[in-house]
């Protein structure tokens, strides 16, 4: 490249190249002085990025605690990640309520000798190291572990950057995130009132469930196994012909009567037979549901294709997903609607952004599991996901106890159906530690055993 004045231009490496000798030069007090300059290049490396002092790991610790008071309630756990920055920590959500104690075990007993001494501020770096540190790898347990240190870094950049986390993710697409809730009873009459209370609080959008959760419990008679002594006595029983049967009659009786603007939504939570599910999905199509959660169990990943040639209702999929390696062929090839990730079952935000980029491509938006097993930390890490992604769809939950609130100060908050950060640096919530210590997690885990009417298993 030549100047105006047709002299040579030094190109951009020769330019370093030249700077870097004159530095040495200065360091050294001659040319020529490879070691001096190398000492300077390594200086000049070691600087942190951004001008602040390095900031390194100094402890990551779980905090498990009960959603509610005296032992009632989820098993919530939260990691507290510590630097050695003093009072500069982050928080991130680890709850697997089934199996909490286990990750308590794996964030305390291996991911805090993995962290500690590691830099707080390379997120990346930190999770592709953590999640080959087992070898092993791709489970629940360890995933959730790996969220709450990935969440808690997320939380310290943004503390770092005096920024909230969704401005780090690329700032706001919306005022805020829109929210579906639930609602369910024993009958389409019932389950129309519960519907008209949340669209009096400003809902738009509602999951209508007939019965016990996924159909479990109400719907169908006495199951025979019980009579047989076949199972356990608290063992769930699901008449799955009696549901199918169901769920149309409910979608028919709550349009009757709540309109046709509600959205609805509703979980098939995967207990039905595929070929059962694609007939109840094309008479679900008249009532357009805005979407049907989880139609298939993975085991059932290569009927996806037929089930979406067969209807045309919006389907949200991928709860039971434990790698986002799992989302790629089903989003590419246009087989659901809406990403499904519990965001710590998949190892937090990281990887979840990078699922939730992925839909930009091909058309499928968000739709991030919030019930009450999601700490209110990981509530807020979704809906600062949820500001900053273009193709965000609509977020679950985000209502919490007085309990809550006092436990975790900062929670998101909801009006007219819309869920709010506080725009605080991070997160913008925080953990009472002493409040969290009177009430203690256990092994309770529920009963997720459901059986058919001879005592089958049904997957959920
Ligand atoms: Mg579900």
Redesign the pocket.
Known sequence: MKSKENKPLLGRRDAVKTIGLGSAAMVSGGFGNFTGEQALQKEKLSKPPVGLPPVKIKSVKAIGVKSAPEGRGSNLVVVKVETTEPGLYGLGCATFTQRALAVVTAVDSYLNDFCVGRDADNIEDMWQSAYVSSYWRNGPVLNNALSGVDQALWDIKGKRANMPVYQLLGGKCRFAVDTYTSVSGSTPEQIADNVLKQMEAGQRHVRIQLGGYGGVGTIGRDPDFQAAGFGLPGDSFMDDQAYLRAVPRMFEGVRKKCGEEIELCH?I?ERCQPRDVIQMCRQLEQYRPFFI??PLSPENTKWWKHLRESTTVQFAMG?LFNNINEFLEPMANHLFDFI?IHVSQIGGITPAMKVARLGEWFNVRTAW?GPGDVSPVGHSAQVHMDLASWNFGIQEGGTFSDFLRELFPGCVTKQNGYLFANDSPGLGIDINEKLAAKHPINNSAGNWTVRKKDGTIIRP
């Open positions: 979980d939570h959660e989880d709860e499904r599991h």
